[in-house]
């Protein structure tokens, strides 16, 4: 499967503990992005990265969140002294720089924060 | 982006065509129409995307009016499989970024 890949699937942390998220894109896209989903909502777009430039962040993402694409290949999301608001599924997407609103989503990260 | 309305739910039987409406009045001349779909514990799945001509592909059918106000998306053959949340998007900020409302909640009943 040559999809869009996260890891893991399911994450669950006691408040106040740091996690971090992987996303593996599609290896011929250069860009990358990162939604938030809480349940009954759409998907919220967090931030994206055009190769390993970060060129923008949603005002959602609050300094208590970082993200990384160190090489331009996978990326890294940390969420640092989590909230039981943080509880989300956080969703990754790539694309190709010239077809950038065909966005391919991987299964996502279900974070469960107690 | 632009604004775009949908109905928040709709049924269709199993193996009749699914028509989809979505107003986006506000759409300027060179916004694109996209959907996307979502099934259930899964991410988001882009289906098909248009200007101002009907669009066809493995999925589905676009159908967008003269005027671009509004477009339907068509699932000829509705399975049990395409039960999902669908999203019309008329996505215009640079950076691509998705803007995704509240969709229409499709349930393709037996």
């Known amino acids: 499967d040559t999809g869009v890949s996260q890891d893991p699937r399911h994450k669950i942390t006691k408040r106040g503990q740091n996690v971090t998220f992987r996303c593996d894109p599609i290896s011929e896209h250069n860009r990358l992005y990162w939604y938030r989903q809480t349940l009954g909502q759409g998907p919220e777009f967090l931030t994206y990265?055009?190769?390993?430039?970060?060129?923008?962040k949603s005002r959602l993402l609050s300094d208590r969140f970082s993200a990384e694409r160190p090489k331009g290949s996978f990326s890294t999301l940390e969420i640092q002294r989590t909230e039981q608001g943080d509880s989300a599924m956080y969703l990754c997407?790539?694309?190709?720089?010239?077809?950038?609103?065909?966005?391919?989503f991987g299964p996502g990260t279900r974070l469960t924060v107690t | 982006d632009a604004k775009t309305t949908q109905p928040p739910s709709m049924d269709c039987a199993e193996g009749r065509a699914a028509n989809l409406p979505c107003n986006h009045s506000t759409i300027s001349g060179n916004e694109y129409v996209y959907w996307y779909r979502q099934i259930h514990s899964q991410g988001p799945q882009y289906i098909i995307h248009?200007?101002?001509n009907n669009e066809t592909n493995e999925m589905a059918s676009l159908i967008i009016t003269e005027d671009r106000k509004s477009s339907t998306l068509i699932l000829p053959h509705a399975t049990l499989r395409d039960t999902a949340v669908y999203y019309c998007?008329?996505?215009?900020?640079?950076?691509?970024?998705?803007?995704f409302g509240g969709g229409t909640r499709v349930l393709v009943k037996p």
């Open positions: 998007i008329v996505p215009w900020a640079a950076g691509n970024k998705l803007t």
């Open positions: 997407a790539s694309s190709h720089r010239d077809r950038g609103y065909e966005q391919y």
């Open positions: 990265f055009q190769n390993e430039a970060q060129l923008e």
């Open positions: 248009g200007l101002k």
